[in-house]
């Protein structure tokens, strides 16, 4: 008689271990769909990182150029040749020794 509950036991065990086995295996299976999701949208991540980056660069060698436009412009700003060309233009000064034509109306 003392077999009868012996083999209940193991059976009971058995299902036990049975359980705990697909359990654990859906835990970890389940971790590892979470963890390739995550990595995924980790992934999507990083390549829009990769492209506003490049854009950022574009940006700051755009501005760049822009700077040294202004500096040069800011340069000639302060020449002789700037100041006589404005006072011609918009002044209409002229200089001693310059004939002024006015064409005929």
Same mark, same amino acid.
């Given at each position: 008689m003392s077999e009868q509950p012996r083999k209940k036991r $193991?059976? *009971?065990?058995?299902?036990?271990? $049975?359980? *705990?086995?697909?359990?654990?295996?859906?835990?970890?299976?389940s971790m590892a769909l979470v963890v390739n999701l995550r990595v995924s949208s980790l992934k999507k991540k990083a390549e829009e990182y990769r492209e506003k980056e490049q854009s950022l660069v574009e940006q700051v060698t755009s501005e760049q150029d822009r700077s040294k436009t202004l500096e040069q412009n800011r340069i000639y700003v302060q020449t002789k040749q700037y100041i006589e060309k404005i006072a011609k233009e918009k002044l209409g000064l002229v200089d001693p020794d310059e004939i002024l034509l006015k064409p005929e109306e």
């Open positions: $193991r059976s *009971a065990n058995r299902l036990n271990n $049975r359980i *705990a086995i697909i359990t654990v295996t859906s835990v970890v299976v």
